[in-house]
């Protein structure tokens, strides 16, 4: 199975700042890894799929980089509704598997 | 308006069975991939299944190998999952979502609220 590891698990930050949260895979994925946002209570939220692309709808703030095994979500200047969890999901095999995700606080 | 409808969760005793049902509306159900995802409570994400539009492809988790079964009817727009042999890991919150593959990647747009399931005695 792959691994996904995310760094940091939580964070605390504040509205405006630069955040960057790190995914890495045990081996390579290629560019098979997506970015989803939960909020309490809800669903997750496709934010970045194929590491690089932004899903429809998504705030240009956001966007994602990395191919193989190391990988970046990064939120350009942070937003009172961005405060939530962030998962990254690997598609490349079977079974998919998810980092254990990252939670932004507010500071 | 795409929706995603999850039913069928529930308290159940350790041993017991569950079916979830998703009903999907607002895209072609027939042409897309579908997977059950859970979480267990304030726990993070895992993938349990997915069935190809077709129902002939079929992945399973380990951690469900043997006692679940992912199904689909086409004509009835939905996926479901048959569940046996509950035990307490099982308890989270299933969510029914779409898998896409375009764009040299492979992701899931769609999700539906979710439906708990509970295993205790």
């Known amino acids: 199975d792959i691994q996904m590891t995310q760094s940091p698990s939580s964070l605390s930050t504040s509205i405006g700042d630069r955040v960057t949260i790190t995914c890495r895979a045990s081996?390579?994925?290629?560019?098979?890894l997506n970015w989803y946002q939960q909020k309490p209570g809800k669903a997750p939220k496709l934010l970045i799929y194929a590491a690089s692309s932004l899903h429809s709808g998504v705030p240009s703030r956001f966007s994602g980089s990395g191919s193989g095994t190391h990988f970046t979500l990064t939120i350009s200047s942070l937003q009172p509704e961005d405060f939530a969890t962030y998962f990254c999901q690997q598609t490349y095999s079977i079974p998919i598997t998810f980092g254990q995700g990252t939670r932004l606080e507010i500071k | 308006q795409v929706q995603l409808v999850e039913s069928g969760g529930g308290l159940v005793k350790p041993g017991g069975s569950l079916r979830l049902s998703c009903a999907v509306s607002g895209f072609t159900f027939s042409d897309y991939y579908m997977s059950w995802i859970r979480q267990a409570p304030g726990k993070g994400l895992e993938w349990v299944s997915y069935i190809s539009s077709s129902g002939e492809t079929i992945y399973y988790a380990d951690s469900v190998k043997g006692r679940f079964t992912i199904s689909r009817d086409n004509a009835k727009n939905s996926v479901f999952l048959q569940m046996s042999s509950l035990t307490a890991d099982d308890t989270a919150m299933y969510y029914c979502?779409?898998?896409?593959?375009?764009?040299?990647?492979?992701?899931?747009?769609?999700w539906g609220q979710g439906t708990l399931v509970t295993v205790s005695s």
């Open positions: 081996q390579s994925i290629g560019k098979y």
């Open positions: 979502v779409d898998r896409k593959c375009s764009g040299g990647g492979c992701y899931s747009d769609y």
